[in-house]
């Protein structure tokens, strides 16, 4: 992968967090443990990682890390040096994805997608179709089963996304939208899928491992 030290035009933002035990995925601490959880954590992050890496050879994007825990030596240990790297920062979580793509649009991207580390099923090619899609509508949502999104991508900064928002609750893909609707913003979607967030997720995790050979080889 070559080295990206700039914004390009297709922007794609991971936001993830340093797999440290007891710190992360703390929900399936029951199911794994802290240290089978932050394994976890740190192989769905490198998996979704592997994703953008796939798109990156069919179309020019940069990819930045927003991370949370750990520091940016044990990132760019962790995942390599060629990836941008920040903090997210304090605020709930619309305030650190509003500014997030804000950095992105004023480092002059054209279109600004954030993913998680917690959707299996997010591949590169609904990576393609998202980027794709935000040629023609301003906003483009992966719903997420539970009620949440996977994915959002812009074309251009739009705030009040990201405000009065309840994060982490099943209405906020419904209140996005609401909002995207009230102001005027034209949206489409990419096709629902799960989160793995609890013990009873797990299954949607072991499916995409084997079904690929990618834990064998890294």
């Given at each position: 992968m070559l080295k990206l030290s700039e914004v390009q035009k297709q922007h794609l933002i991971?936001?993830?967090?340093?797999?440290?035990?007891?710190?992360?995925?703390?929900?399936?601490?029951?199911?794994?443990?802290?240290?089978?959880?932050?394994?976890?954590?740190?192989?769905?992050?490198?998996?979704?990682l592997l994703q953008a890496q796939e798109l990156q050879?069919?179309?020019?994007?940069?990819?930045e890390v927003r991370f949370t825990g750990g520091n940016l030596q044990l990132m760019e240990d962790w995942l390599g040096l060629e990836l941008l790297y920040k903090l997210q920062g304090e605020g709930n979580l619309g305030s650190r994805m509003a500014r997030s793509l804000f950095d992105a649009f004023q480092k002059r991207a054209e279109y600004g997608i954030i993913i998680g580390t917690d959707c299996p099923g997010l591949?590169?090619?609904?990576?393609?179709?998202?980027?794709?899609q935000l040629q023609t509508v301003?906003?483009?949502?992966?719903?997420a089963i539970d009620g949440g999104y996977y994915l959002i991508g812009l074309h251009r900064f739009i705030p009040e996304l990201f405000a009065n928002i309840d994060w982490g609750t099943a209405q906020v893909l419904q209140q996005t939208v609401a909002i995207a609707e009230k102001i005027g913003v034209s949206h489409t979607y990419l096709p629902a899928l799960a989160d793995v967030d609890r013990p009873e997720d797990l299954s949607i995790w072991e499916e995409i491992v084997q079904q690929s050979d990618w834990l064998r080889d890294s």
């Open positions: 991971i936001f993830t967090r340093y797999p440290e035990a007891g710190k992360t995925k703390t929900r399936l601490i029951p199911a794994l443990g802290s240290i089978g959880a932050a394994n976890l954590q740190q192989q769905m992050t490198e998996y979704t050879k069919a179309i020019g994007i940069s990819v591949n590169s090619q609904i990576l393609a179709t998202a980027f794709q301003d906003l483009v949502l992966g719903p």
